[in-house]
């Protein structure tokens, strides 16, 4: 069974940097795609970024040239690192992770699609950021 852990999340000012983790058991199967997303109460899942098994990244152009997306095999752990961070990304933050089929993946990459939609998900970890 795949459980997903995620933390780091906390109060940040304006222009500062948080870097979240997720530590991640019982995945077993490759290729993957892992990825986070962000929720505010009542709103719309918004995916931020994601990478395959391969490493190939993608980000939502609301992060992009801000945010890292890494993983750490030996660890399990997959990073979030957000920079220069703004108000608008105060959100809870959730880690994802779900298999890719074979059909998603060529030459090298696999079409991860929006990590909100992957199929195991960690519980949130709320990130504030004031002005």
């Known amino acids: 069974q795949v459980e997903l852990v995620a933390s780091g999340g906390g109060s940040v000012q304006a222009g500062g940097s948080l870097r979240l983790s997720c530590v991640i058991s019982?995945?077993?199967?490759?290729?993957?795609?892992m990825g986070w997303f962000r929720q505010a109460p009542g709103n719309w899942r918004e995916g931020v970024a994601t990478v395959d098994s391969n490493g190939i990244t993608s980000f939502d152009r609301s992060v992009k040239g801000r945010a890292t997306i890494s993983q750490d095999t030996a660890k399990n752990t997959l990073y979030l690192q957000v920079d220069n961070l703004k108000p608008e990304d105060s959100d809870t933050y959730f880690c994802a992770v779900d298999q890719a089929t074979v059909e998603d993946c060529s030459g090298g990459a696999c079409y991860c699609g929006t990590s909100s939609d992957l199929q195991f998900r960690s519980r949130g970890t709320v990130v504030t950021v004031s002005s």
């Open positions: 019982g995945l077993t199967y490759r290729p993957y795609c």
